[in-house]
C-alpha cells in the first residue's frame, strides 16, 4: 500500500477549501488567519475555480441561490445533509432559533473564545478530546453549550504543538459578548444566550425554502 505522504494531504485539503469558497464566491473563514491576510484566495482570485472561472456568469436560479446558502452555513458550521435537515425541520425555519442552536455548538464555541484558529480546527480538538465542559471531557462537536458552562482546554494538551500559538489568537480574537473569556485559565463561560451575529451572513429563509421543497 503508498503511503500518501501528511503535507500533500494537507496540500489537497488547503485547496479543497479553497474551490469552495471560490465557487461560492464568498470569504468563509475556512483557512485559519490566512483568511484576514493578503493570502486570501477570495483577495488573489476573486473568481469561480475552473477554466472558465473568470468568464461572465449567467445569473442563478432561484433553487441555485438557495443551494448556495445551504452550502455556506453546511462548510462554516460543519454539519451534514441530514443535521441541516433536521435543523431546519425542527425550528420551522425561524432564522433566530437556527443561528442561536448554530451559534451554541460546542465546536463553534471554542472558535469563538479562540481556542482555535478556524472552525474546522475546534472541530478536531473537540473530537480529539482536547476540550472540557464543566471538567468533563466532550468529543461531540454538536454538543449545545448552555448558559453558565464552563469550557476550557483540558491541560494535560496545553502543551501540545496545536495550542503553541493560543496565546497569539487571545491578543486578535475578540470574544462576543455572551461569552467571557478568562485567560489565564484557558477558560470560557457562557453567560448569556447567543446573540446570532456572525462575521458572515447567511440567508436563513433561502435555506428555509430549500427543504420546504
Known amino acids: ?19 469552495k469558497e471560490r465557487a461560492l464566491g464568498t470569504k468563509l473563514f475556512l483557512k485559519a488567519e490566512r483568511c484576514n491576510s493578503h493570502k486570501c484566495v477570495m483577495i488573489r482570485r476573486p473568481y469561480r475555480p475552473g ?6 456568469r449567467r445569473a442563478i436560479s432561484d433553487f441555485g441561490k438557495q443551494l448556495q446558502e445551504k452550502q ?9 445533509n441530514q443535521q441541516m435537515r433536521r435543523l431546519f ?8 432559533a437556527i443561528m442561536v442552536e448554530l451559534e451554541k455548538r460546542l465546536d463553534r464555541v471554542v472558535y469563538l473564545l479562540g481556542f482555535a484558529a478556524s472552525p474546522r480546527i475546534a472541530r478536531q480538538l473537540v473530537s480529539h478530546g482536547h476540550i472540557l465542559v464543566n471538567g468533563r471531557k466532550i468529543t461531540s462537536a454538536s454538543y449545545k453549550v448552555r448558559e453558565g458552562n464552563v469550557v476550557s482546554v483540558r491541560p494535560q494538551s496545553r502543551e501540545r504543538k496545536v495550542f503553541s500559538d493560543v496565546q497569539e489568537y487571545f491578543k486578535k480574537h475578540e470574544v462576543p459578548t455572551w461569552l467571557s473569556l478568562d485567560k489565564s485559565a484557558w477558560e470560557g463561560t457562557c453567560v448569556s444566550k447567543p446573540s446570532g451575529e456572525t462575521l458572515i451572513s447567511f440567508d436563513i429563509n433561502l435555506v428555509g425554502q430549500y427543504y420546504m421543497r
Open 72 to 80: 455556506k452555513i453546511q462548510l462554516v458550521y460543519g454539519l451534514t
Open 1 to 19: 500500500m503508498v503511503r500518501v505522504p501528511k503535507k500533500y494531504v494537507e496540500y489537497k485539503m488547503k485547496r479543497i477549501k479553497e474551490k
Open 51 to 56: 477554466e472558465h472561472g473568470q468568464k461572465r
Open 89 to 96: 425541520r425542527g425550528h420551522s425555519g425561524n432564522p433566530d
